[in-house]
């Protein structure tokens, strides 16, 4: 695996690569676990090149937010995407990705779904990660991308990039990977004391439970949503929200119409974690 910081570099030898096969990119702000690296997993039969980016973006943390204190395990990220075969670690300085400052930098901003859920809280969150993940296809100019399905609000930002930008990629998603208990697997786990990692599972298990319950054709979403926050507030989280939406736009749903989407945010401790359930019906 070669590792490069530079866009010059970048840019030669995926040119090199593309023009005898296809290039995917697998975004990362490192930090990796098993969730990113079935990014990897998913991009390796696809693609002749898997380029992997580590760059933990400051332009989508708002003010008092983690940016300072996100993990960062470099040797260790580039030791693990070489174990799963990955041909080109990209992992830039922030001078780089924002060479005037943050504040001068041109940002992608795509509107409706940027504004939603995770939107109204960190209000300037989707813009830094549009921005970003813009920047990084320019630079890698790859065929396909990778994104993990945890962050499906995430997800369905880039799709709308992509797709308003006329952007030559194929966005893929990519199922969450849970630990054992189901707890989805994020780099904020890290954050959790021991007394709250066992309070964890509780969001994967009340999601669980409120999907079963729409797949049965319950369609009282204000009801079941409230009950949600409530048995979360009640197991230790302070609830950001619990939402039922169509899963293809994340707009509320309209009963027996259309695939569903569960979504939640919480805090507990210093994390703030996010999960999600899809339910088809
Ligand atoms: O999901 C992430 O790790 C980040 O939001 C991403 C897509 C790499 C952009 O910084």
Not at 51 to 66: H, I, K, R, W, Y
Request: charged share 20%; proline share 6%.
């Amino acid at each position: 695996m070669i590792t490069i910081d530079a866009i010059q570099g970048l840019r030669a030898q995926v040119d090199a690569w593309r023009r005898g096969g296809n290039v995917a990119l697998v975004p990362t702000m490192g930090n990796l676990h098993d969730g990113h690296l079935a990014l990897v997993q998913a991009a390796r039969p696809l693609a002749d090149r898997v380029v992997a980016s580590v760059f933990v973006n400051p332009l989508q943390f708002g003010a008092g937010e983690d940016f300072d204190s996100y993990p960062r395990t470099p040797e260790r990220d580039a030791e693990l995407l070489e174990s799963q075969g990955a041909d080109l670690l990209f992992a830039p300085a922030v001078e780089l990705m924002y060479p005037k400052s943050c504040e001068e930098q041109t940002r992608v901003e795509v509107p409706g779904v940027s504004t939603l859920l995770c939107g109204v809280t960190r209000p300037q969150h989707f813009v830094g990660v549009a921005t970003v993940v813009c920047k990084l296809f320019n630079m890698v100019q790859p065929d396909l991308a990778f994104f993990g399905k945890k962050d499906f609000q995430q997800l369905m930002v880039i799709r709308q990039m992509v797709d308003d930008l006329a952007m030559p990629i194929r966005v893929i998603g990519v199922d969450t990977r849970r630990e054992p208990d189901g707890l989805a697997m994020s780099s904020r786990n890290a954050y959790l004391t021991p007394e709250q990692r066992t309070i964890a599972p509780i969001l994967y298990r009340v999601l669980t439970g409120l999907a079963e319950i729409l797949r049965s054709g319950s369609s009282d979403y204000a009801g079941l949503q409230s009950q949600a926050v409530r048995e979360l507030n009640e197991s230790g989280f302070c609830t950001d929200y619990v939402a039922i939406r169509r899963a293809a736009d994340l707009l509320e749903p309209v009963p027996d119409e259309g695939e569903l989407v569960v979504l939640a945010a919480v805090h507990l401790g210093q994390a703030r974690l996010i999960d999600n359930i899809e339910v088809s019906r």
